[in-house]
């Protein structure tokens, strides 16, 4: 199997190339850097696909600065929409498979019953982005629909590693070097680990190796799902744990901070983002059986990888939100 691989600079992208090479049919695994592949460059990506004539594209790569995004919205919009739009376009005309990932962020978030309780949302369940980024991830996953080539779009929500841009490493950083923190503790949701986000893509991926007939594979299980851990939680516990954990583990190098919540109408930022991002994986344990972790194991594993730090740093207050994408 050929597969082209996008954005292994990135959390999910680098998590992936790793789980990929260990797939029994795995041919050729083509990852090209920014440097050689911008996806805002549709003539470089449509070369790109026709010269190495995937079997499979997966595309994790994607505009995910969601703040900045609404002011640079053509740009989010060519690496969200115009980008997949071409990879879905190329794959079908080569009958390739397209795997895409996309993000919770497509919901408006208010999903509740009548006791005002978060409800998880299904993959049928109406959208409504509020902010730039979600309306581009939106808008891409419905071109990559329109176009009619066999598809997996896995939608999920809070990914964090040990590697990149994310909450994890921002919380890790911020605990060593404050003693007072404050989070955001009204936006629910679920965190997923890059790790067992890429490994349960290879899982899937097996399943479609193992099976006798590509074409009819993708007709029975293409589509949009749900990818995600379980559990619920907000931002605030979320850091909590990372907190503990680390102090648990001696990855900090000095006293666990203090940590406080606070709403989110406390920490003004420019992107408005959903207060209920919880994800139903029914649909997705259904099709392929997958075994799915609570977030909480996930991140136990997550901090394992952390090295302790050199020295304890400095010490102050401050408050952080979510960064979720
Ligand atoms: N992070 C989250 O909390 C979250 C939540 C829900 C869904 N998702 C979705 O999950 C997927 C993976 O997210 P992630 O957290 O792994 O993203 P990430 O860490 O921000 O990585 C994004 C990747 O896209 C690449 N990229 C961006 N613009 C590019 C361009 N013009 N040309 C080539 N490559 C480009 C980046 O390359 P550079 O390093 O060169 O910039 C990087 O490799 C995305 O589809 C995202 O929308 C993420």
Redesign the pocket.
């Known amino acids: 199997m050929r597969i082209l691989l ?10 992936l190339l790793p789980h990929l090479s260990r797939l029994p049919a795995t041919a050729i695994i083509h990852a090209p ?2 440097a050689e ?5 549709a003539a470089q990506l449509r070369l790109c696909i026709t010269d190495f004539k995937p079997d499979l594209i997966i ?7 969601v703040d900045l995004a609404e002011n640079e919205a053509d740009k989010a919009h ?3 929409v115009t ?1 997949p739009a071409i990879m879905a376009e190329e794959a079908r005309k080569l009958g390739a498979g397209l795997i ?6 497509v919901y408006a978030g208010d999903k509740a019953d009548a006791a005002g309780n978060w409800q998880a949302y299904a993959e049928t369940d109406a959208t409504g982005p509020l902010n730039v ?1 979600g309306k581009t ?1 939106l808008a891409g996953e419905q071109a990559i629909i329109a176009s009619g080539c066999q598809h997996l779009i896995l ?7 040990n590697f ?4 994890f490493l921002t919380m890790l950083k911020l605990a060593r070097e404050r003693d007072q923190l404050r989070v955001v503790n009204d936006q629910w949701g679920t965190p ?1 680990s ?1 790790d067992w ?1 890429a490994a349960a893509t290879c899982e899937i991926l097996a399943q479609l190796q193992r099976s006798k007939d590509a074409v009819s594979w993708w007709q029975q299980f293409g589509g949009v799902y749900h990818l995600s851990a379980t559990g619920a939680t907000n931002w605030f516990e979320f850091a909590a744990a990372i907190i503990e954990l680390a102090d648990q583990q001696n990855k900090l190098g000095k006293a666990a901070p203090q940590i406080s919540g606070i709403p989110a109408s406390e920490y003004p930022v420019p992107a408005r983002r959903p207060h209920n991002s919880l994800l139903s994986t029914e649909k997705l344990q259904a099709a392929f059986g997958l075994s799915i972790p609570d977030w909480r194991s996930t991140l136990d594993a997550c901090m394992q990888s952390v090295q302790a730090p050199a020295s304890a740093p400095l010490h102050s207050t401050t408050q952080a939100q979510g ?3």
């Open positions: 996008t954005g292994t600079s990135g959390q999910l992208g680098h998590a850097q920014r592949l911008d996806l805002s460059n595309n994790p790569a994607a505009y995910t600065a060519a690496i969200n980008a895409h990932y996309s993000t919770d962020y980024y991830k939608r999920t929500s809070w990914v964090y590693s990149g841009k994310n909450f997923n890059a986000l960064q979720a994408k």
